[in-house]
């Protein structure tokens, strides 16, 4: 958007807006669409949905609601097929006209001022927008969930219980070898970049979640109490590093799946009600603190992983089942050498109502499993 068309946005009123809205026969919401629309012909609903801070089924009803009007057309785009890009049609142009007006207006008022007094107006201006736009962010963080930066919050709302779905989206490649023959067997893991996910503890009070991620962000999405953490596998950021850090609400109990595999999975649980983490994909390093077990909850841990340390609190006895090999094990200080199937249990495992089942399904290099 050009210089005039930001600095008309941020000057002009709620009641221009309104009065404007209802000269057009629409609401302020599809007014302000239709002038992103007009400023970036062939924006696709993403996009849209982006530059607006609307979500994606809002802007649905938003170009529908537009297009019915006559003020816009939705075309195959060149590029991609599978989607529509939003044209403004010549109906649109009233809008133009108006806009056009207020830029002329505004043009002659900056015209009264120097080249360094007009860059002057122009970085402040912009700095005040970002600013509304980030608090702006924020509010509705707080309320229906979303980003602020590279942070995501969400409310914990009227959820009884949580749900963490995480999905790396880690390009990996695994490789079965027998140098030495079949008894001899191992699995080499190649990453091109690290994922890495980090939990950090208890999230705010009032908060369903609270995130932080470094690298390309994720499609974050939260809703009843279920939490959706999905990285894309684009070939684009194959080569790309990135790390998710996640606070849970420690007033719900928490069911944890991990998909994809990761590089490293770390941090603790502690102060989080945990019913049941799963882990599928494999990962090279896991180090976590468990919370004091409720019930019988599980750990389960699919795909082969290099090195992997559980630690519980005291008073949370656990069983240990291993299939597919571990090279070192060391489980309550007891050390094994070049396990296979087996199945350990602590002290006080069987008469015990809170406690650990902890499964590692196919094979690590080392696993430590202690606590304190």
Not at 139 to 165: K, N, T
Request: glycine share 12%; hydrophobic share 40%; proline share 5%.
């Amino acid at each position: 958007m050009n210089d005039l068309g930001r600095i008309r946005q941020v000057l002009r009123s709620s009641g221009y807006e309104q009065a404007l809205a209802e000269r057009l026969g629409m609401n302020v919401t599809d007014l302000r669409c239709l002038e992103l629309v007009l400023a970036e012909p062939g924006m696709t609903a993403g996009r849209l949905a982006d530059e607006s801070g609307l979500t994606t089924g809002a802007v649905t009803g938003v170009v529908d609601r537009l297009e019915q009007a006559g003020y816009v057309t939705r075309t195959a785009d060149p590029a991609d097929r599978r989607r529509a890009v939003i044209q403004p049609t010549p109906a649109a142009d009233e809008v133009r006209s108006g806009l056009s007006r207020i830029d002329g207006t505004i043009s002659l008022l900056l015209d009264r001022f120097s080249g360094r007094e007009q860059k002057a107006i122009r970085e402040f201006l912009d700095e005040a927008a970002a600013a509304v736009s980030r608090d702006t962010d924020r509010l509705r963080a707080s309320v229906r969930g979303g980003f602020v930066g590279q942070s995501y919050q969400a409310p914990l709302g009227d959820a009884a219980r949580g749900r963490l779905a995480f999905v790396s989206g880690a390009p990996r490649l695994s490789m079965n070898i027998a140098p030495l023959g079949p008894r001899a067997a191992a699995r080499v893991i190649m990453e091109p970049s690290a994922s890495r996910l980090r939990f950090a503890g208890s999230a705010p009070p009032g908060d369903l979640i609270g995130a932080s991620f470094d690298g390309p962000l994720p499609d974050v999405r939260a809703s009843a109490g279920t939490v959706s953490v999905r990285y894309a596998r684009r070939a684009r950021s194959a080569l790309s590093s990135r790390t998710a850090h996640l606070g849970l609400s420690a007033a719900v109990p928490w069911a944890i799946e991990i998909e994809g595999g990761l590089t490293d999975l770390t941090g603790s649980l502690a102060g989080i009600a945990l019913e049941r983490l799963e882990i599928n994909g494999g990962a090279n390093h896991i180090d976590l603190q468990l919370p004091p077990a409720s019930g019988t909850t599980l750990v389960r841990v699919r795909g082969v992983v290099s090195s992997a340390r559980l630690r519980r609190p005291a008073g949370s006895p656990a069983s240990l089942r291993v299939i597919g090999g571990v090279s070192h094990l060391n489980f309550d200080g007891q050390r094994y050498s070049q396990v296979g199937e087996r199945r350990l249990t602590s002290n006080g495992f069987a008469g015990s109502t809170d406690r650990y089942e902890i499964e590692f399904l196919d094979g690590a290099a080392k696993l430590r499993v202690d606590a304190g």
